[in-house]
């Protein structure tokens, strides 16, 4: 068994498609066999309508073909094999997994950025790591890390995938406007109900009065203080007959005197 498959190993294309499943290894084998199908029938069918040069170039490319085929396939096949070897064991990348379902989200784009330093050409590494910025809504760079997946050979196996995650991105964007918009209506609703909500201050009448405030009033430096009051009576008098005038000061003048 293991010699009918190196034998059938020699036939470009054909590891890839038993191992992998790849569809470019599938075309180039179809590709080879058409060249070799090509060269039997021309040097056994068309023997006798063509010459010894001619057939001896029919088979100088047909060697020349399963060499150029042989080459890209396996370096085809080589480059998506490293593609998958994203580490010796695989632990990086399983942490990154297991970071990525507990919502550790910095930590996982850490793990998932240094296997993609080892390998820039891991294409479950990049197809992981957008659909870790699609979580924390970094859409363009989401975009970004699928438009570098898709250069890669290795995308064709992951296109259904790659498709479903794109589908996504455009979901999530529309949920995130539509969000954006209804917080934009709510904060403009209740701007509008906070200046419906502030009293108006009332217009005075054109008429009101002006209260003028009371003037005090100093007293005139001209007006000279009262005199104490007096109180005078007429006494006659005994020797002479005429009237003599007794002054008394009132009660309050005597206090004052006295202080």
Known sequence: MRVVFSSLSLWPGFVGVVRRGLWDQ????????????ATL????????????YLRASTGVVFLIAWIFLGAVANGRLKRYEKSL????????????????LRGEWFEAECALKSVLK?????????????TLCRHTRRFSE?????????????????????????????????ALREERLAERKQAEEETQN????????????????????????????????SAPSLDTEVVPNVGTGRPILRFSLTPNDVKSDAA
């Open 118 to 130: 080892k390998n820039p050409q891991d294409a479950e590494a990049l197809l992981l790591l957008a």
């Open 142 to 174: 989401a975009r970004q890390t699928l438009a570098a997946l898709e250069k890669l050979e290795a995308a064709d196996y992951w296109r259904y995938e790659i498709g479903l995650e794109k589908e996504a991105i455009r979901t999530d964007l529309r």
């Open 26 to 37: 599938l075309a180039l084998a179809l590709l080879f066999g058409v060249f070799a199908q």
């Open 41 to 52: 029938f021309v040097n056994f069918f068309w023997r006798d309508y063509l010459g010894g």
């Open 85 to 100: 070897l994203y580490d010796a064991d695989g632990e990086l990348f399983l942490e990154a997994q297991t970071r990525y």
């Open 194 to 225: 906070v200046e419906s909500e502030v009293p108006e201050t009332p217009e005075l009448p054109s008429e009101a009065r002006t209260v003028e405030p009371p003037t005090l009033k100093t007293p005139d430096e001209n007006v000279p203080p």
